[in-house]
Each structure stands twice: as structure tokens, then as C-alpha cells.
């Protein structure tokens, strides 16, 4: 199965090591940045959001008219809009797009931030809210007829879009978390669970929640998988470990105009469990480094794969190993990280991943060739607990 990449749809140059140059949604910088990765061989990029920050749909819509091939992954926030108008909103793009996109639901990590555009719900009430949200968006896109919905948190009647995605039957939905409400309502309804990168045994442990989850909720297996890293790249291993340990002290540097306090105490699970595993060591598997999570306080992606491209390349196949689908990957300079990864580690990885296809395909068809009873050799529809447990193997 090919492996897909996305990156960083930043809309200005400012990241945790360099504050921006100049102003938040930098129009000329957005385009030049999403057009390296499409230059590249990356798949798609992502268009973030925070409460303050440029809004992503738009910034979206402006690259998705510039460029023929790079796919978007936008994403968005319940609290934000009625589903039934993010419906429209998101169709319109995907017709902008030429089916290009798929929808990243956030269902709020920071009550804080939250707060700042009027959401005063509990982290409980948010994640019923967003399977709520999700159903509603689902029908929208697909239902030609008037469709009425009365829910905890939403309720409308007679409610039917005129304006349909390009990709049929809908886009993809995206989804994120690390508690046990997320994992009930990501692996319930999201086509793509996304991760953030932690070690390959905590890794194993999360498929096999997600993958359980998925099962009890009635599906016959879990989502796509999607898990996220920091590379930082070197000619050589020294060369890659020097330039990581400056890129940490910038970080420790900006950390400390940010706020210490806000980086100690996350709300959010999933920073929570960074925080964690950085506390219980700096280096693990092949590459993965801890401590640029650490000073960043786990804030989102933040743990990084170091080393050489051979070296970054080996450990993101250790997760495809597991059953990974999407590499999501982002350097701290953001326009040269993303040609270096596009150009030194994509290639590798996509070869090592076509190769072994190959050689699976060849195999099944020798078994196929020596007459196996049926029901033998590879099965494409295996229990996804049995791939779980074989990835904590």
C-alpha cells in the first residue's frame, strides 16, 4: 500500500525556533512554502488552526487555486460554525480544490483557547459535541433529500445543501486524541486517526486501543493511521545530532519569552503523554529525541526523528511496519527542511515501501500458483487486532 506525507501549510515563517518576520498570514510566503512541498513529492499539507490565527479554509482556498496537484488537509473546529454551514463551506472548497481535500475536526486540547471564541464547554462535552458534529457533516455531503437532526448540541429541521463535494461519496474526515473519550469518538467515526509521534511500544499500544475501539464501535476495522514527527536531518549522524542540539537551544531560547508556566502544565492528553515518555528518556527505537518535546512543553508535533536520511527514512519504516498509512513530518525552517525531507528521505521510503508491495504481491501470487486450500496465505480484510498485535510484537 503507498505510503503518503504530509506537511506544514504555514502562512508565515515564524516557528518554535524563529519568530515570524512579518505578518501572520503572509500571502507570498504561504504560496512559496506550499509549492515546495508540491515541487517535492509530498502528498498534502496541513492548514492549522488556533484562535488567533489566520483563517485556515481561506488561506486553503488561496493555494488550492494556485496549485494543480498538492492535496489539503484543513483543519477545523466545532465550536467555530453550525455543521450544516461548515458543510457547505467545505464542499465549496473541495469543488475549489478539484476533490482535493480532507477535513481534520479538532475537538479543542485547551479550554483556554477555546474560551477565547466563546466555548465554555467541558473537554466530556466537547467530544460529544464532536460526533455529533461529524454525523451531521457525513449526511450533508451525502443526502440529496431535506434531513432533520435533533441532538444534545445541535438541532435543526429540513436542513439540504445544494452544493455537493467533488469526491463522492464525501471527503475524508481526520481525526485526533489521546483520552479515552477521543479514542471512542475518533475510532468510531474519522477515516484517518492521527497521532503524534511517540515510541514504537507506546505506538503498538495506541493501534491496539483505536483498533478496539473501532470494533466495538461496529466497524470492521480501525482507520487509516496517521503518525507525526520533527526531522531533523544531517549528512551525517554527528552532523544531524549537532544541528538538533541547536535547534534545541533556540527552542529553550523562545520557550522562555512564551511563558515556562504554559509549557509544564498541558491540558490535553496527548501533550501530556510526550511529556511523559520525555521523562523516562531522551533517545529511543532508532532516532526518536525527546527533548526538543520537552522544551516545547509537548505542544503538538514535537518529538523528533535525527540522523541522516538513511537513518530518518529506517525509522518512519519501522512504524509502516505497524501499520502506518501517513507520515506526518515538519522541520523548524520550514521551506529548506521541507525540500531536504522531499528530496533525501520521501524517495527512500517510497521505494522501500513499493519493494516490499512488490514482494508481497509475489508471493501471494505463488501461493495462489501452488493451488493453497482456501482461505490461506495473505487475507487484505485480516482482524486489525491480529495487525495490532503483531506491530507489539
Known amino acids: 500500500m503507498p505510503i503518503e506525507f504530509l506537511g506544514i501549510a504555514a502562512t508565515n515563517d515564524g516557528s518554535e525556533t524563529r519568530a515570524r518576520s512579518g505578518a501572520s498570514f503572509d500571502k507570498e510566503y504561504t504560496l512559496r512554502l506550499a509549492r515546495a512541498h508540491e515541487d517535492t513529492g509530498w502528498d498534502r499539507v496541513l492548514f492549522a488552526y488556533h484562535s488567533g490565527s489566520p483563517d485556515p479554509a481561506t488561506a486553503a482556498a488561496y493555494v488550492a487555486s494556485k496549485l494543480d496537484k ?6 477545523h473546529r466545532p465550536n467555530v460554525s453550525y455543521p450544516t454551514y461548515a458543510a457547505k463551506v ?4 473541495d469543488q475549489i480544490s478539484d476533490g482535493r481535500l480532507t477535513v481534520h475536526i479538532i475537538t479543542g486540547g485547551s479550554s483556554a483557547d477555546q474560551a477565547a471564541e466563546g466555548d465554555f464547554l467541558t473537554k466530556d462535552e466537547r467530544y460529544e459535541r464532536t460526533g455529533e458534529y461529524i454525523r451531521i457533516l457525513k449526511q450533508a455531503w451525502t443526502s440529496r433529500e431535506a434531513f432533520s437532526f435533533h441532538g444534545t448540541h445541535y438541532r435543526f429541521d429540513d436542513f439540504v445543501s445544494d452544493v455537493w463535494p467533488v469526491q463522492q461519496p464525501r471527503p475524508s474526515i481526520s481525526f485526533g486524541g489521546s483520552s479515552p473519550a477521543a479514542y471512542a469518538i475518533g475510532a468510531a467515526e ?13 505506538t503498538a499500544e495506541q493501534i491496539r486501543t483505536i483498533t478496539d475501539a473501532a470494533l466495538a464501535a461496529g466497524r470492521p476495522s480501525r482507520p487509516r493511521l496517521q503518525v507525526a514527527f520533527r526531522p531533523i536531518l544531517g549528512a551525517t549522524e ?5 544541528k538538533a542540539e541547536r535547534i534545541l537551544g533556540r527552542i529553550q531560547e523562545r520557550s522562555g519569552v512564551l511563558g515556562a508556566a504554559d509549557l509544564r502544565n498541558p491540558e490535553n492528553a496527548g501533550s501530556q503523554r510526550l511529556l511523559s515518555i520525555a521523562e523516562q528518556g531522551d533517545r529511543y527505537d532508532r ?6 518535546a520537552a522544551a516545547s512543553g509537548g505542544r503538538g ?23 502506518v498509512d501517513i507520515i506526518s513530518a515538519r522541520g523548524y525552517d520550514y521551506v529548506d527542511d521541507t525540500i531536504d525531507f522531499g528530496r533525501y ?4 521510503v517510497r521505494e522501500e515501501v513499493a519493494r516490499r508491495d512488490a514482494a508481497a504481491a509475489a508471493s ?6 501452488t493451488d493453497a486450500p482456501a482461505g490461506s496465505g495473505s487475507d487484505a480484510h485480516a482482524d486489525p487486532r491480529e495487525e495490532a498485535s503483531r506491530a507489539a510484537a
Open 238 to 242: 554527528e552532523l544531524a545530532w549537532e
Open 70 to 75: 498538492l492535496q489539503i488537509l484543513l483543519a
Open 345 to 348: 528521505v520521501i524517495p527512500i
Open 287 to 292: 532516532a526518536l529525541w525527546t527533548k526538543v
Open 90 to 93: 467545505i464542499a465549496t472548497l
Open 301 to 323: 508535533n514535537s518529538n523528533a526523528l535525527v540522523g541522516t536520511p538513511e537513518t530518518v527514512a529506517a525509522a518512519l519504516l519501522d512504524y509502516v511496519d505497524f501499520g
Open 364 to 369: 501471494s501470487a505463488a501461493d495462489t500458483d
Open 190 to 202: 474519522s477515516d484517518i486517526y492521527a497521532l503524534w509521534g511517540e515510541p514504537l511500544a507506546s
